[in-house]
């Protein structure tokens, strides 16, 4: 079940906020709680029933080895850290079999001219994301940072359907102290949370899958084997960073605002990566939670910044390897995250070259910041290229043409006024692709986002809480018949316009 599917929207989630909202006006939260799980399993085994037969247990068994880690630790005794050591086993075990194992499988046939065999293992939607969730639950029991906690809230946690699927990924210390606090929850909370997933819904439609029809054709192409010229690989490149761009900012903003219908914040995830001045700042805007799990669980338990420079930059390049690996198992993925590990070295090595110099780590001039932003976009372009590739061979054929090393050809719209160029066979029009393109990093560039223009924020000490900008009064969001008719209108243009269901690109992760 998709977020932007007519099952979703039209029978889903409003008969989920409803049979809520009649619970909690009986008295009854905690059935309201359980209500709230039921229909996440209920979502997350629309997908495959056999999913549940994953879900289900692994929470459950997380869900013993933490009780007894917190009875043994109020108890005094020893075993914690052998409970702490089985559980994050088995989490990384069923994650390494099911998204990794024909991976290994593949490569080890490559490697040493093998023949072993595995029989395809479907990827279960989600799992990257909800064991990294009930990993870090486990390592902060084991730390003694949770000390109470029940099966069925501990089960909402894992399972809340807005994030189960994509993220955020959520921490505990966010979340389960607002299911245990849901009060009357205000009509404000319902206008908001519905605006800001009417937002997410037209990014979806209207821009995302606007831009996958000009990077799609020419990513296929390239995986094809075909020969793209300058302009043709630079739409292709151009159009994927703005269709996942908004396809990310899309489904973070639908979670946010599914999450507002049922009075619960859902940490912010997405906050104008394309607007970075670096690298540090792109990893503090771009899948924002992620950053965060991979800061505080391994980057720092690798040793941070504590033990000398060199050190440091080895655990930088690791972390972002390891988060990669992550997103996709495949060379593609690895070249991505080593690309970010290496981009993030040579930009705290040139913050501490100008604190050396006595200059300032920022640019403060215009055209400085300018110039830092350009830079960091252009490499984080050139990584989307392997992010997205089917394969290393394409992404670097990709690559090359966008160098200029196999010449320039003229699109079909444009090949009247350029008779001195030959007349490019790329599936899709690159003039077009590029105009797309251009149009919609403009509107990343110098548009407000959703935190900005609604003053939305995350639950208290969440990632980039009370961190947005909010726009003047006169453009903010406030709960007036003029906002209710803006959204009403996206909403509908959006919901006409999906003749043709598109997944997000983070659920294959």
Same mark, same amino acid.
């Given at each position: 079940?998709?977020?932007?599917?007519?099952?979703?929207?039209?029978?889903?989630?409003?008969?989920?906020?409803?049979?809520?909202?009649?619970?909690?006006?009986?008295?009854?939260?905690?059935?309201?709680i359980l209500l709230?799980?039921?229909?996440?399993?209920?979502?997350?085994?629309?997908?495959?029933?056999?999913?549940?037969?994953?879900?289900?247990?692994?929470?459950?068994?997380?869900?013993?080895?933490?009780?007894?880690?917190?009875?043994?630790?109020?108890?005094?005794?020893?075993?914690?850290?052998?409970?702490?050591?089985?559980?994050?086993?088995?989490?990384?075990?069923?994650?390494?079999?099911?998204?990794?194992?024909?991976?290994?499988?593949?490569?080890?046939?490559?490697?040493?001219?093998?023949?072993?065999?595995?029989?395809?293992?479907?990827?279960?939607?989600?799992?990257?994301?909800?064991?990294?969730?009930?990993?870090?639950?486990?390592?902060?029991?084991?730390?003694?940072?949770?000390?109470?906690?029940?099966?069925?809230?501990?089960?909402?946690?894992?399972?809340?359907?807005?994030?189960?699927?994509?993220?955020?990924?959520?921490?505990?210390?966010?979340?389960?102290?607002?299911?245990?606090?849901?009060?009357?929850?205000?009509?404000?909370?319902?206008?908001?949370?519905?605006?800001?997933?009417?937002?997410?819904?037209?990014?979806?439609?209207?821009?995302?899958?606007?831009?996958?029809?000009?990077?799609?054709?020419?990513?296929?192409?390239?995986?094809?084997?075909?020969?793209?010229?300058?302009?043709?690989?630079?739409?292709?490149?151009l159009a994927y960073?703005?269709?996942?761009?908004?396809?990310?900012?899309?489904?973070?903003?639908?979670?946010?605002?599914?999450?507002?219908?049922?009075?619960?914040?859902?940490?912010?995830?997405? !906050?104008?990566?394309?607007?970075?001045?670096?690298?540090?700042?792109?990893?503090?805007?771009?899948?924002?939670?992620?950053?965060?799990?991979?800061?505080?669980?391994?980057?720092?338990?690798?040793?941070?910044?504590?033990?000398?420079r060199g050190r440091?930059?080895?655990?930088?390049?690791?972390?972002?390897?390891?988060?990669?690996?992550?997103?996709?198992?495949?060379?593609?993925? !690895?070249?991505?995250?080593?690309?970010?590990?290496?981009?993030?070295?040579?930009?705290?090595?040139?913050?501490?070259?100008?604190?050396?110099?006595?200059?300032?780590?920022?640019?403060?001039?215009?055209?400085?910041?300018?110039?830092?932003?350009?830079?960091?976009?252009?490499?984080?372009?050139?990584?989307?290229?392997?992010?997205?590739?089917?394969?290393?061979?394409?992404?670097?054929?990709?690559?090359?043409?966008?160098?200029?090393?196999?010449?320039?050809?003229?699109? !079909?719209?444009?090949?009247?006024?350029?008779?001195?160029?030959?007349?490019?066979?790329?599936?899709?029009?690159?003039?077009?692709?590029?105009?797309?393109?251009?149009?919609?990093?403009?509107?990343?560039?110098?548009?407000?986002?959703?935190?900005?223009?609604?003053?939305?924020?995350?639950?208290?000490?969440?990632?980039?809480?009370?961190?947005?900008?909010?726009?003047?009064?006169?453009?903010?969001?406030?709960?007036?018949?003029?906002?209710?008719?803006?959204?009403?209108?996206?909403?509908?243009?959006?919901?006409?316009?999906?003749?043709?269901?598109?997944?997000?690109?983070?659920?294959?992760?």
């Open positions: 079940m998709l977020f932007n599917s007519y099952v979703f929207i039209c029978l889903f989630l409003p008969l989920t906020v409803v049979l809520f909202h009649l619970l909690r006006r009986r008295g009854l939260e905690r059935g309201s709230l799980t039921l229909a996440s399993l209920t979502f997350y085994g629309w997908w495959s029933a056999q999913y549940l037969l994953l879900l289900i247990p692994l929470m459950l068994i997380d869900f013993v080895i933490a009780s007894r880690m917190v009875r043994l630790r109020r108890q005094k005794r020893t075993g914690i850290k052998l409970l702490l050591i089985l559980g994050v086993c088995i989490n990384l075990g069923a994650l390494g079999y099911y998204k990794y194992a024909n991976f290994f499988v593949d490569n080890a046939n490559t490697l040493f001219n093998t023949e072993l065999f595995l029989a395809t293992i479907v990827l279960p939607i989600g799992i990257s994301f909800f064991t990294f969730q009930k990993i870090a639950f486990l390592i902060d029991v084991y730390y003694g940072k949770v000390e109470r906690f029940n099966l069925l809230d501990y089960s909402l946690f894992v399972t809340f359907f807005p994030q189960l699927i994509a993220g955020p990924i959520v921490h505990h210390s966010e979340m389960m102290p607002q299911f245990s606090k849901l009060g009357r929850i205000e009509a404000g909370y319902i206008a908001l949370g519905l605006t800001i997933f009417s937002i997410g819904l037209a990014k979806k439609v209207l821009l995302a899958d606007s831009a996958a029809a000009y990077a799609s054709p020419q990513f296929d192409a390239a995986a094809a084997g075909a020969s793209l010229d300058l302009l043709a690989a630079w739409s292709g490149a960073t703005v269709q996942l761009y908004f396809d990310f900012s899309a489904y973070s903003d639908m979670a946010m605002g599914i999450g507002l219908l049922f009075g619960i914040r859902l940490p912010l995830n997405f !906050a104008s990566p394309y607007k970075a001045n670096s690298i540090i700042d792109f990893w503090r805007r771009w899948h924002m939670t992620l950053s965060r799990f991979l800061r505080d669980y391994l980057y720092i338990p690798l040793g941070g910044n504590r033990k000398g440091r930059f080895i655990n930088l390049f690791l972390t972002m390897l390891l988060g990669g690996i992550w997103h996709g198992a495949g060379w593609t993925f !690895a070249i991505w995250g080593a690309l970010h590990g290496v981009y993030l070295i040579i930009n705290h090595g040139w913050r501490e070259l100008r604190r050396r110099l006595g200059l300032s780590v920022e640019a403060h001039s215009f055209w400085g910041r300018k110039l830092a932003q350009l830079i960091t976009f252009l490499a984080v372009v050139v990584a989307w290229v392997f992010f997205r590739a089917a394969d290393v061979d394409s992404a670097m054929g990709i690559l090359s043409a966008m160098a200029g090393n196999n010449g320039i050809a003229a699109p !079909a719209s444009l090949a009247q006024y350029a008779p001195e160029l030959p007349v490019s066979h790329s599936p899709v029009d690159s003039g077009m692709g590029l105009l797309v393109a251009g149009a919609l990093l403009l509107l990343a560039w110098l548009a407000p986002n959703t935190q900005q223009l609604t003053a939305y924020a995350g639950p208290e000490g969440a990632c980039g809480s009370g961190e947005a900008e909010p726009v003047s009064a006169r453009l903010g969001w406030n709960s007036s018949r003029g906002w209710a008719f803006y959204a009403a209108v996206l909403l509908t243009i959006s919901f006409m316009l999906m003749s043709r269901v598109s997944e997000f690109i983070y659920f294959q992760f």
